[in-house]
């Protein structure tokens, strides 16, 4: 049912004709604000919000120590109320040695491995779930602010290329969905502007929480294309783009959507 | 690390009714999902959720596979002595968790 | 239960070429079974007692973001006294695998009669609550709800 009515809409969008741009900052919307009144709820309160499980587990782990060199991220960071307010807004951030941005999955693995000597969490995993969803839980409520300069340019370019990019078996671009026919319904839902603005959020359809990579590779697959792996930089440069595309936007993790 | 959460207010007047919030995570396996393969998952279910107050059963819930996954339980009790509240999750394949809150009631 | 519902699809639509094992699950008399099923469940809470309309307010979203996870409330008007309190709380469901979604124990220590919880629904259906009162009484209420499949499913279909 879903790729037939997905053909449809393709068909109807190459009738439609040229699509409307980027979204103007006046119309933004999070992707909450297209949920029914009962899921936006669930959200709401912590004692309802599913993701405050993980946020809670990531509490614990941020306070075990790890690794050969036997230490907790508070032995650098100390209380991350306070050291990482603000942090998930700005990633992915440049990291200098490696000359591109990395997302805080990556941020949180070269923490483990320079500091702690301890192995990579693998991606998708509950634990680096855990951890990423506590660190940007810090960063609730705050505008979400991507600095781009000379280095990070290329990089944001080549995100914004891949999100107007045809790609797929139903040959169809992020910007067609997400800039030109947010609103509309798409099957039986709704299409968000696509603002990565809660993650890693709690999606109704995984009964669980996911990150944004888990997202796109869902959206990758929807269109039929071959979806990246988890940490390609192809998925960085896209999550540099959207999270840039939304600035100003408020953090929401953990965030609910259907 | 099995988790649970349980948000329920830390004093009340005697008789006041209060609302507890509870959270299990776990993924309420139907049964009825199959792999892309055929093979049937196994259920795995939390069965029976319990709450007790200064021992005495106030609040019961049996579980059947169609409650959600991470499921919320959110109902009231009346505070009636200061004490504690137990809360038991007990499900397939031995899983059993346990909080506790203490309340305090003037 | 998402899954069920797009194995359910994804089987009506390649049921020309169906492997065996599949096409045992493609009960003609699924929405009778289903629906006998949901008369039984009933009949077992209720006996031969009569079920009246009110005094329970069942409240869920008439169309959801996603059948996985349904937000649903219950509240019955009770003084909830020794006397005179709500027993049970049971969901019922027409339409799902099983009929049975969740039961409830409570007495007056719970103070109202009530439940908050997020349940999973196969497909657009009838949901319904019954409330057993302390004089052995039975009354219930029933609401429609709309399921919708997701758009853009996770695992690529066959």
Redo the contacts between chains.
């Keep these: 049912?879903?790729?037939r009515?997905?053909l449809l809409f393709a068909a109807s969008l190459l009738c439609a004709g040229a699509g409307a741009g980027e979204i103007p900052p006046s119309e933004r919307r999070s992707g909450y604000d297209l949920?029914?009144?009962?899921?936006r709820?669930?959200q709401d309160?912590?004692?309802?919000n599913?993701g405050?499980?993980w946020v809670?587990?990531g509490e614990?782990l941020w306070n075990r120590k790890a690794g050969a060199a036997d230490r907790a991220c508070t032995a650098c960071h100390g209380d991350a109320r306070t050291s990482m307010k603000g942090v998930a807004a700005r990633y992915p951030g440049f990291d200098a040695a490696l000359g591109r941005p990395v997302n805080l999955e990556q941020r949180v693995n070269f923490c483990r491995a320079e500091r702690q000597k301890a192995p990579p969490l693998a991606f998708e995993s509950r634990e680096l779930l855990a951890l990423t969803a506590y660190v940007a839980r810090q960063s609730r409520g705050l505008p979400i602010r991507i600095a781009i300069d000379a280095r990070s340019r290329p990089f944001l370019d080549a995100g914004r290329e891949a999100f107007h990019r045809r790609q797929g078996q139903l040959n169809l671009a992020c910007s067609q969905c997400h800039d030109d026919n947010w609103g509309r319904r798409?099957?039986?839902?709704v299409i968000p502007q696509a603002h990565p603005t809660g993650y890693p959020l709690?999606r109704?359809?995984?009964?669980?929480l996911g990150s944004l990579e888990r997202r796109l590779?869902?959206?990758l697959?929807?269109i039929?294309a071959e979806p990246y792996a988890y940490g390609a930089p192809e998925f960085v440069d896209l999550e540099l783009y959207l999270m840039w595309r939304a600035n100003g936007m408020k953090i929401e993790t953990p965030a609910v959507r259907? | 690390m099995a988790r649970a959460v349980v948000t329920a207010p830390t004093r009340a007047r005697r008789g006041e009714i209060v609302a507890v919030k509870t959270l299990a995570q776990h993924p309420m396996e139907t049964g009825f999902r199959r792999t892309q393969t055929g093979e049937l998952i196994p259920r795995d279910i939390i069965r029976r959720f319990t709450c007790t107050y200064n021992g005495t059963e106030v609040y019961r819930v049996d579980l059947h596979p169609a409650m959600s996954a991470n499921p919320l339980i959110a109902f009231s009790t009346v505070a009636t002595e200061t004490g504690t509240l137990a809360f038991q999750w007990v499900g397939d394949n031995g899983y059993s968790v346990t909080e506790t809150a203490s309340i305090s009631v003037e | 239960m998402g899954t069920t519902r797009r194995e359910f699809l994804i089987l009506a639509a390649t049921s020309l070429a169906v492997p065996e094992a599949a096409r045992a699950q493609l009960d003609p008399n699924l929405a009778a079974n289903r629906k006998a099923a949901f008369q039984e469940a009933l009949r077992r809470i209720v006996g031969d007692a009569q079920v009246r309309r009110g005094r329970v307010k069942l409240q869920l979203p008439p169309l959801v973001d996603n059948g996985n996870s349904v937000p649903l409330s219950v509240a019955v008007e009770s003084p909830m006294t020794e006397t005179d309190h709500v027993r049970a709380i049971h969901v019922l469901t027409e339409k799902n695998p099983l009929p049975d979604v969740v039961s409830v124990r409570l007495g007056p220590r719970a103070g109202r009669a009530t439940l908050s919880t997020r349940v999973r629904l196969a497909d657009t259906q009838s949901v319904t609550a019954i409330a057993q009162m302390s004089d052995g009484s039975f009354w219930s209420d029933s609401v429609e709800v709309v399921v919708t499949l997701s758009a853009c499913l996770e695992e690529g279909l066959i």
């Design positions: 049912m879903s790729l009515s997905a949920m029914s009144r009962e899921t709820a669930i309160d912590d004692a309802t599913p405050m499980l809670l587990d614990a798409l099957a039986g839902s709690y109704l359809e995984w009964q669980g590779r869902n959206c697959i929807g039929r259907p």
